[in-house]
């Protein structure tokens, strides 16, 4: 154990000692609706009442924008447990979400950029 504040919930061997649906109360549905790929950033203002520091944890984390699957890798949470939290957060308005930017599909498979990968994968073998 160290002495880090969350050391008592967390053992070196067994890890978490909190299950993580126990961390939102077996809540399993957000109330706002997250993909993985949606972009979360702190507003700047705190929630008026205390969450828990899960809470605490994601909103640092949301000091820049980052993807949903980006804090829920971060905080070691399934992506589930994280939209909860994050939807707790954007409801006390802690929190504001962005849809991921939708890249049109002739950019992704341009072929000359494909050939070029390809040419430079072969030079490194």
Do not use: N
Not at 87 to 105: F, G, K, M, N, Y
């Amino acid at each position: 154990m160290t002495d880090e504040p969350d050391a008592l919930w967390v053992d070196d061997e067994a890890g978490h000692l909190i299950r993580p649906y126990t961390v939102v109360e077996g809540r399993t549905r957000p109330s706002t609706h997250f993909d993985l790929l949606t972009l979360v950033l702190a507003t700047g203002a705190r929630p008026q009442t205390y969450l828990g520091p899960e809470h605490e944890q994601a909103l640092d984390l949301c000091d820049g924008p980052i993807s949903v699957a980006e804090v829920a890798a971060h905080m070691r949470l399934p992506a589930v447990v994280t939209k909860v939290l994050l939807a707790d957060l954007v409801q006390h308005e802690a929190l504001t979400t962005r849809a991921p930017r939708v890249i049109e599909s002739a950019a992704l498979t341009d072929r000359e950029t494909l050939e070029a990968v390809l040419r430079g994968l072969r030079k490194r073998l």
